[in-house]
T-cell receptor, first 110, second 114 residues
């Protein structure tokens, strides 16, 4: 399973755009990149998933360069409720377990 | 969207007793479910893969006799912590996928062993 590396923590202010980058140098051809959000004492919540280029949904965008060795989760105009831990996971299918890295603890301040 | 539900969300038990945690896929069938545990301020650690109709696959270092997993139907997997001790206190989370590429997680179950 591909190992991921993310910044341990990030700080931001309300209304700003936040970009969290994840490195996954050993990503395999069949691997997808998935980002999850976790609040304290809750299970992780799916945010977005992509394979290459750019993916956008109602809450975030995911940018994946051509070599796929990294990815960037972009959260537009964060609010206090976006304070959470964000995990980048890499895996080939939802039917196989995904390995969690350390995650990025995002703190949004007023 | 797909929903995975766990019960109970919180449980407190005495040392030496056994505790069962249920994980259900509410609107899809799951031949495979995954169990994780998470200590405070730490990441999720995979404990085992639960396979419907067959034995679970445990990760290295996870005692299969202590953490009994049963996946008796396509919508239910159970994790039983046997002879629980305070060091087993943790946040247990299950996950399942309705199809390739999407993995959904339960709400988690916080176990406190006194």
């Amino acid at each position: 399973l591909a190992k991921t590396t993310q910044p341990i923590s990030m700080d931001s202010y309300e209304g700003q755009e936040v970009n969290i980058t994840c490195s996954h140098n050993n990503i395999a051809t069949n691997d997808y990149i998935t980002w999850y959000q976790q609040f304290p004492s809750q299970g992780p919540r799916f945010i977005i998933q992509g394979y290459k280029t750019k993916v956008t949904n109602e809450v975030a965008s995911l940018f994946i360069p051509a070599d796929r060795k990294s990815s960037t989760l972009s959260l537009p105009r964060v609010s206090l409720s976006d304070t959470a831990v964000y995990y980048c996971l890499v895996g080939d299918t939802g039917r196989r377990a995904l390995t969690f890295g350390s995650g990025t603890r995002l703190q949004v301040q007023p | 969207g797909a929903v995975v539900s766990q019960h109970p969300s919180r449980v407190i038990c005495k040392s030496g007793t056994s505790v069962k945690i249920e994980c259900r896929s509410l609107d899809f069938q799951a031949t495979t479910m995954f169990w994780y545990r998470q200590f405070p301020k730490k990441s999720l650690m995979l404990m085992a893969t639960s396979n419907e109709g067959s034995k679970a696959t445990y990760e290295q270092g996870v005692e299969k006799d202590k953490f009994l997993i049963n996946h008796a139907s396509l919508t239910l997997s159970t994790l039983t912590v046997t002879s629980a001790h305070p060091e087993d206190s943790s946040f247990y989370i299950c996950s399942a996928s309705p199809r390739d590429g999407e993995l959904f997680f339960g709400e988690g179950s916080r176990l406190t062993v006194l």
